[in-house]
């Protein structure tokens, strides 16, 4: 079964500055997806960022990029410039690449992240 | 993309009685993934609902206490059975759409949620 680890429960960051978190994973399949999700108060999943395991190249989305390194299994998140939106619960999460019932989810225990002025 | 409508959006609910979730997609899906977030953790998957079967459990859920209906493509509830205090979490349902014409997609869009109170 696979696992997804968030090792930093809560992050604060200043308004403009730039903050990393980090996600590591653990599974035996070769061809999987990466996620970041945010959950603001309102209690939406929003989709931030993914990542094709196939793809070498990072996945960048405006303001956020990743780190992904399969061979070390650790998916991080960056976000530049952050804003007082972008304060949120964020989940790292995993899906194998294979359809059927493996399409489920399995997500990080989660990052609170503060943004400050 | 996907718009999920999920109902209600909230409740509190006597000990002992049951409360059913409905999840309403804009869309033809064949899987739908109820989850459960418990108070301040992370999101954990109840079952997987395929339309015209029973629906898949995950360790430690059950169909008993967690039934849950799929009549068609674009819907499906979830009832919580018996409810006690220990059930009170968010939960919230969510679909994969396929794209016709190109390969899977990858996105999951979820339902806002409903957080769920028993006393």
């Known amino acids: 079964a696979q696992t997804v680890t968030q090792s930093q429960p809560e992050m604060s960051v200043q308004e403009a500055e730039t903050v990393t978190l980090s ?38 989305e405006n303001r956020f990029s990743v780190n992904f390194q399969k061979a070390a ?15 949120a619960m964020y989940f790292c999460a995993y899906r194998s690449a294979f359809t059927g019932t493996a399409s489920k989810l399995t997500f990080g225990t989660g990052t609170r992240l503060q943004v400050t002025l | 993309s996907a718009v999920i409508s999920q109902k209600p959006s909230r409740d509190i609910c006597q000990r002992g009685t049951s409360l059913t979730i409905q999840c309403q997609v804009d869309s033809q899906v064949t899987m739908m993934f109820w989850y459960r977030q418990q108070p301040g953790q992370s999101l954990t998957l109840i ?16 169909i008993d206490k967690f039934p849950i209906s799929r009549p068609n493509l674009t819907f499906s509830t979830l009832t919580v059975s018996n409810m006690s205090p220990e059930d009170s979490s968010i ?29």
């Not at chain 1, 650790?74 to 939106?85: A, E, P, T, V």
């Not at chain 2, 079952?47 to 059950?62: H, K, L, M, P, R």
């Open chain 1, 23 to 60: 996600c590591t994973y653990d599974t035996s399949e070769s061809d999987y997806y990466l996620f970041w999700y945010k959950q603001p108060p309102s209690r939406q999943m929003i989709l931030v960022i993914r990542q094709e395991a196939y793809k070498q190249q990072n996945a960048t």
């Open chain 1, 73 to 87: 299994k650790s998916f991080s998140l960056k976000i530049s410039d952050s804003q007082l939106g972008d304060a």
């Open chain 2, 47 to 62: 079952a997987t609902a395929n339309q015209g079967s029973e629906a898949t459990y995950e360790s430690g859920f059950v």
């Open chain 2, 91 to 119: 939960y919230l349902c969510s679909v994969v759409p396929q794209i016709q014409g190109s390969g899977p997609n990858t996105e999951a869009f979820f339902g806002q949620g409903t957080r769920l109170t028993v006393v």
